[in-house]
């Protein structure tokens, strides 16, 4: 629904993300997405994995900025990395990797 009360059609909510410049950003916890052509519906969640000193001292390295940016990038949830990890299921405040599941 909108702020009005009235309902969104689908032209309505196709014109919404029209306008968007950007469909994911840091704050985007799921993406949903239809393909009319295949007839599927696909939802990607947001996961957090943690990350570790060892982790932090890797990428700093890897990239060459300071650790203490690094912690930082981390604790924004601005690194993404594909593969296994350990999930946080808390909102809690933590450095973390994120991908998309």
Known sequence: ???????????????????????????????????LLRLELTVDFRERHAATKTDVARLAVKTGLQPELISKLLSDGAVHRDGPGERLGTGEAAEHFHRWA
């Not at 410049?21 to 985007?28: A, E, H, W």
């Open 1 to 35: 629904r909108e702020p009005n009360g009235s309902s969104m059609d689908g032209a309505g909510a196709i014109g919404v993300l029209k306008a968007a410049k950007k469909v994911r950003n840091l704050s985007t916890l799921a993406c949903v997405a239809l393909d």
